[in-house]
């Protein structure tokens, strides 16, 4: 049954109208069927498929690890070792981004901690920003 037009779809789904039709356009979504008055309407099988495409977004995934998990998850029968590894490289790419934000975090204090919150021209923050070299990790 496909009587939901697109904005009841973004109510249940928490998914914006525009960001919807860019998900059909990058293929995560199929082509919505249209009413005579060329109106988009889906299915409840269209809500569920939105719902997963939000999560695994809110994740962090990217679209197209979203597009492979898609069509694993239109394959029930096949074994999962494939999401398995998609959800492995994620985790991966996560435990990068964290050490990098680690360093940076470092990076950013320490500059706090060594200003002497005197004159901008003395300022240990303006002169680090200044010269990349007076960093103590190059991992930012």
């Known amino acids: 049954m496909r009587d939901l037009p697109i904005g009841a779809l973004s109510e249940r789904t928490g998914v914006k109208v525009p960001t919807i039709r860019y998900y059909e356009q990058a293929g995560l979504m199929p082509q919505a069927a249209r009413t005579e008055a060329n109106r988009r309407t889906y299915s409840t099988q269209d809500v569920d498929r939105l719902r997963f495409i939000r999560h ?3 994740l ?5 690890a979203i597009r492979q998990l898609l069509g694993l998850a239109d394959q029930p029968d096949r074994s999962c070792a494939e999401a398995d590894v998609i959800a492995r490289v994620h985790l991966r790419e996560i ?3 964290l050490a990098r934000l680690t360093a940076l975090q470092a990076e950013v204090q320490r500059m706090i901690d060594e200003c002497a919150h005197g004159r901008v021209g003395d300022c240990r923050v303006i002169q680090v920003l200044a010269d990349h070299g007076q960093c103590v990790s190059d991992a930012h």
């Open 60 to 64: 962090g995934f990217e679209v197209d």
């Open 56 to 58: 695994a977004r809110e």
């Open 95 to 97: 435990e990068s981004k």
